[in-house]
Nanobody, 125 residues
Framework: QVQLVESGGGLVQAGGSLRLSCAAS????????VGWFRQAPGKEREFVAA????????SSAPSVEGRFTMSRDNAKNTVYLQMNILKPEDTAAYYC??????????????????WGQGTQVTVSS
């Protein structure tokens, strides 16, 4: 069992940066792959980025490629999403999710077992 808590969201101007954190409690977090998803009002939840349970590989959606970077610190049971050059269309609630032995190619909501409560990111133009 893993519990996830996101933090770091907020209001930022276009072109700015934010770093989201996903803190996990529970045993063996280092064996979990983690993904970030986002959901804007009236839209479906969509994949943003993922990191493998080994931490050696990441993937990201084309819309954030080159702007968002994912990393993990297993000693702190925390995964990060560094978001740079933010755009108004990045505005959404951001969620982290985890699955045991997940790789970086898990991009579908149903492929994850545990979810956080979300953190809001608002980018003003």
């Amino acid at each position: 069992q893993v519990q996830l808590v996101e933090s770091g969201g907020g209001l930022v101007q276009a072109g700015g940066s934010l770093r989201l954190s996903c803190a996990a409690s529970g045993r063996d977090f280092s064996t979990y792959g983690v993904g970030w998803f986002r959901q804007a009002p009236g839209k479906e939840r969509e994949f943003v980025a993922a990191i493998s349970w080994t931490g050696g590989s990441t993937s990201s959606a084309p819309s954030v490629e080159g702007r968002f970077t994912m990393s993990r610190d297993n000693a702190k049971n925390t995964v990060y999403l560094q978001m740079n050059i933010l755009k108004p269309e990045d505005t959404a609630a951001y969620y982290c999710a985890a699955v045991r032995y997940g790789n970086e190619w898990r991009k579908v909501v149903g492929q994850y077992s545990y979810w956080g409560q979300g953190t809001q990111v608002t980018v003003s133009s």
